[in-house]
């Protein structure tokens, strides 16, 4: 059909448009907010000596999974350490903790928000199709337009597209609990609230935990792409190395960047595996009560 066609772009850039208009006071607040406590998280990373942090992050690596993850911590900071990618790899971690924050603040309860209601399950779901299968570059143009070029937009199109895993593992684990244990909560007389804190969070966690490491992962790709509108950090520093052809520069960079996604993996996934261990050992406890009572009833 010539001369047919529909005016996508015109759209978007009319709801744009209107958004800036609408919305621009509270984009300012918000992006007053990100920078602040960015800024703020930067400065406690990269104020103490290397050492101390890197005592304070083996430290707990130890208290989640022993000796052999705090040894290989501290020794991968070190290498970040001896290629001069110090100052650089705590800017990326402060970018990458608070978009990631902000990410599972908004996802854990849009997931059970889901998970609870069938009608906002299905409106959530193709918005998050949306958000994981468009290009993270897409999302630069108007985190540009609102919030500047910096660290915010970079944030901000780093939420946006971690977003998704842990709005979908949330509400994966919460409908995977066993419907017996919720009807014995229900049969004590357990308010929803009830059971919602004391019986389908604590079970759905392992599941929560594998859509906060996911949720890491995602914004730790994202670090590249935010470097390109002026975030700093590793991913400032990759830029700059693809600008000067500097294979050297890009290596220790992106080695760097491997290196805290590793550890922050090892660390949520041990996480993750603990309460996993732990939810097992309730979830037996609670149907052994289960059989008992009904035993009870029975003899009666």
Do not use: H
């Given at each position: 059909m010539d001369g047919f066609r529909i005016p996508l772009g015109t759209w978007a850039e009319a709801v744009v448009d209107v958004l800036g208009d609408v919305l621009g006071g509270f984009f300012d607040v918000v992006a007053s907010i990100l920078k602040s406590v960015y800024v703020g998280l930067e400065w406690?990373?990269?104020?103490?000596?290397?050492?101390?942090?890197?005592?304070?992050?083996?430290?707990?690596?130890?208290?989640?999974?022993?000796?052999?993850?705090?040894?290989?911590?501290?020794?991968?900071?070190?290498?970040?350490?001896?290629?001069?990618?110090?100052?650089?790899?705590?800017?990326?971690?402060?970018?990458?903790?608070?978009?990631?924050?902000?990410?599972?603040?908004?996802?854990?309860?849009?997931?059970?928000?889901?998970?609870?209601?069938?009608?906002?399950?299905?409106?959530?779901?193709?918005?998050?199709?949306?958000?994981?299968?468009?290009?993270?570059?897409?999302?630069?143009?108007?985190?540009i337009i609102f919030f500047g070029v910096g660290a915010v937009p970079g944030?901000?199109?780093?939420?946006?597209?971690?977003?998704?895993?842990?709005?979908?593992?949330?509400?994966?684990?919460?409908?995977?609990?066993?419907?017996?244990?919720?009807?014995?909560?229900?049969?004590?007389?357990?308010?929803?609230?009830?059971?919602?804190?004391?019986?389908?969070?604590?079970?759905?966690?392992?599941?929560?935990m594998a859509g906060v490491n996911q949720v890491i992962m995602l914004s730790l790709s994202m670090v590249v792409i935010a470097g390109m509108v002026g975030a700093g950090g590793l991913g400032g520093e990759i830029v700059r190395a693809i600008g000067r052809i500097n294979v050297g520069l890009g290596f220790e960079a992106g080695v760097s960047v491997v290196i805290i996604a590793m550890i922050l993996d090892r660390i949520t996934s041990a996480l993750g595996r603990g309460d996993?261990?732990?939810?097992?050992?309730k979830t037996k406890t609670a149907r052994d009560a289960q059989d008992a009572a009904g035993g009870v009833s029975r003899v009666r």
């Open positions: 406690a990373l990269s104020t103490p000596p290397f050492w101390i942090i890197i005592l304070v992050i083996a430290a707990i690596a130890f208290v989640v999974r022993g000796w052999k993850l705090a040894v290989g911590t501290a020794i991968g900071l070190l290498v970040i350490v001896g290629v001069d990618q110090w100052d650089n790899a705590m800017d990326t971690l402060a970018l990458v903790l608070v978009a990631a924050v902000v990410a599972i603040v908004v996802a854990i309860p849009i997931g059970i928000w889901a998970a609870r209601s069938d009608r906002v399950s299905r409106i959530v779901r193709p918005v998050l199709d949306f958000l994981q299968t468009m290009p993270a570059f897409v999302y630069l143009i108007p985190a944030m901000i199109a780093t939420i946006l597209f971690a977003l998704a895993p842990g709005v979908r593992l949330t509400e994966l684990g919460i409908r995977g609990v066993d419907p017996e244990i919720v009807e014995a909560g229900q049969a004590f007389g357990a308010t929803p609230g009830r059971i919602l804190r004391q019986i389908q969070l604590p079970l759905a966690l392992p599941s929560i996993r261990a732990k939810n097992v050992k």
